[in-house]
């Protein structure tokens, strides 16, 4: 509705009732939901009752943000009048309006390039081919250091041996089969001085279990221990004659209690004749060399190949002229051929005790000369030659120079014994022997005798 008294089209006449401040040519702010339709005291319609409140306001629950005013209420339209402008001040607040939208456009853009200032700048680098494709394939080669141990470490253990006489030490060691048979190496769970003690097998998911020792022999350095558990992934003892100077392989083991470690190298020799163990418990091994990093606690665990296929058992290190005992690696290490490994294992299993071959001589340690020299007198009571052993049978006499087994060169005694240590009891080996100034080979089967 409209009043008669007012034209619609003229300029509005301020109020009557009190001067309104002159309108300035800025754009509104929309108001709130309950600002735009909000009664002031003074518009009021005639008769409507306010109240008012001499207290502090109560709070308002908070209002979500509009993007649009809301129409006011029906009554408010009845007391408001239409607001029109004159041409004249409509050209201006075109005019103001131009010109506020063109400052800060301006201002915009100034605060967008000093944004784009402060921003990182891209250098376009290189981006990693698993990043630049997320379906990709992030697992490693096969064959990659990375690949082969992700294969291994599931079934490699770790040792905890406490002796009962005090103390303690560590080792590692390998799944044999997956009913819960662990190979490791003598020299790890062998009784101290103390006596016996117990055995913890740690597996690679942090499980513990106690250990009984199946079977050992120091005469390999090898044992092997039982714990009760199932469902065990194993290694695959691998073909340790097919190995060759320059094969990739890894060790694997707990050095110095540090679990699950992997360090890399090659085969860096073969053959090499190495003493094992401690000097009451002599090991005499046909190693395997490698330059993978081996310390104290990797005893007893795998050397793998490029297949992950178990090649040595990693026994020894060297250490420098002068060293009382091991203190870490010098990229010496030793390992047991993992053809012997199965031999000795399969024996300690199946009866727990294991054998290894001789011939039924005595050597003279302190003879310098070529070759190896048998003892000329009896030691101990032992007679330089066996009697009826194979190289009595043979025709080996005591004073004999041994110069060479199966072709194979031999100029100290442990690379005598170790040799005949790689064969197996019922073997027939080769010897050239001087006797007397003359050189003659002969033919020795060789006997079987049961490790201590």
């Known amino acids: 509705m409209t009043s008669p008294d007012h034209d619609l089209f003229a300029t509005p006449e301020p109020p009557a009732r009190r001067p309104d401040p002159a309108p300035t040519p800025a754009a509104r702010v929309p108001r709130p939901a309950e600002d ?4 002031r005291p003074e518009e009021r319609p005639a008769g409507e009752h306010v109240e008012h409140d001499a207290g502090p306001t109560a709070p308002q629950a908070p209002v979500a943000p509009t993007t649009a005013p809301t129409a006011p209420p029906p009554h408010a339209a009845h007391r408001r009048r239409p607001v029109s402008l004159g041409a004249g001040r409509t050209a201006l607040v075109v005019v103001l309006a131009l010109v506020v939208g063109l400052l800060g456009g301006l201002l915009g853009g100034r605060i967008t390039d000093r944004a784009g ?10 981006v990693s081919a698993g990043v630049q494709d ?33 103390g303690g030490s560590s080792g590692s060691g390998f799944v044999l089969r997956e009913d819960g048979y662990i190979l490791t190496n003598d020299h790890v769970v062998a009784p101290g001085a103390g006596g016996g003690g117990d055995v913890v097998v740690v597996l690679a998911d942090g499980s513990e279990h106690d250990g009984e020792i199946v079977g050992r022999t120091s005469d390999y350095d090898l044992a092997v221990v039982k714990i009760d558990v199932d469902g065990l992934t194993p290694l695959v003892l691998g073909d340790s004659d097919d190995v060759v100077v320059g094969d990739a392989v890894l060790a694997v083991g707990a050095p110095l209690g540090l679990d699950s470690t992997v360090t890399a190298g090659i085969v860096s020799a073969l053959h090499r004749p190495v003493q094992a163990g401690d000097q009451a418990t002599t090991a005499f091994i046909d190693a395997i060399q490698t330059d993978a990093a081996i310390n104290p606690g990797n005893s007893g665990g795998p050397l793998v190949d490029a297949d992950g296929e178990v090649v040595g058992i990693n026994s020894a290190i060297a250490q420098p002229p002068g060293a009382t005992q091991a203190t870490g690696s010098i990229g010496l290490g030793f390992a047991i051929p ?16 294991a054998t290894y071959p001789v011939i039924g001589v005595l050597l003279d340690t302190s003879y310098s000369g070529e070759g190896v020299q048998v003892s000329t007198e009896a030691q101990e009571g032992i007679p330089p030659v066996t009697p009826d052993g194979p190289a009595d049978v043979a025709g080996v ?22 040799a005949i240590r790689a064969r197996q009891p019922g073997d027939a080996v080769t010897l050239r022997v001087r006797s007397d100034g003359e050189e003659r080979e002969v033919r020795v089967v060789l006997q079987e005798r049961a490790s201590e």
């Open 36 to 39: 735009a339709g909000a009664d």
């Open 117 to 126: 200032e402060d921003a990182p700048v891209s250098a376009d680098l290189p």
């Open 134 to 166: 997320d379906g990709a394939d992030d697992s490693r080669p096969a064959g990659s250091h990375a690949a082969i141990a992700a294969g291994v470490l599931p079934s490699v253990v770790s040792l905890e041996i406490t002796r009962s006489g005090g």
């Open 338 to 353: 993992a053809n012997q490994a199965r031999t000795t294992a399969e024996q300690l299993i199946e009866t727990g005790q």
């Open 397 to 418: 006499r005591a004073g004999d120079v041994i110069l060479a087994i199966d072709d194979r060169p031999v100029s100290r005694s442990d690379e005598l014994i170790v």
